[in-house]
């Protein structure tokens, strides 16, 4: 599985922002999938994840009520509400048939957040 993440950006604080990860391979359908961030500085943290079919969700405290993580059989969605200064970060998609482990990760994308 290939991972393509997008839809980064720079933004105001209060503005709302979507990411997209396009996945190639037929197995995608029935991995989980998730979102991670890093910002400057930091280590790569867990941001939202979602099981093969939807049906429940995960998220990380700082998020919860903001970010919505939506998925179908080709691609991973993140919807970004009300964004935060601190959420400026590179965002990278993952997918993994293992509940352990991430085995595949897209490559990135930037998400700025100005005061």
């Known amino acids: 599985v290939q991972l393509q993440a997008s839809g980064g950006g720079l933004v105001q604080a209060g503005d709302s922002l979507g990411l997209s990860c396009a996945a190639s391979g037929r197995t995608f359908s029935i991995y989980r999938a998730g979102w991670f961030c890093q910002a400057p500085g930091k280590e790569r943290e867990f941001v939202a994840t979602?099981?093969?079919?939807?049906?429940s969700t995960m998220y990380a405290d700082s998020v919860k009520g903001r970010f919505t993580i939506s998925r179908d059989k080709t691609s991973v969605y993140m919807r970004m509400n009300s964004l935060k200064p601190e959420d400026t970060a590179v965002y990278y998609c993952?997918?993994?048939?293992?509940?352990?482990?991430?085995?595949?990760w897209g490559q990135g994308t930037q998400v700025t957040v100005s005061s």
């Open positions: 993952a997918a993994s048939p293992s509940s352990i482990s991430w085995q595949h």
């Open positions: 979602i099981v093969w079919n939807g049906g």
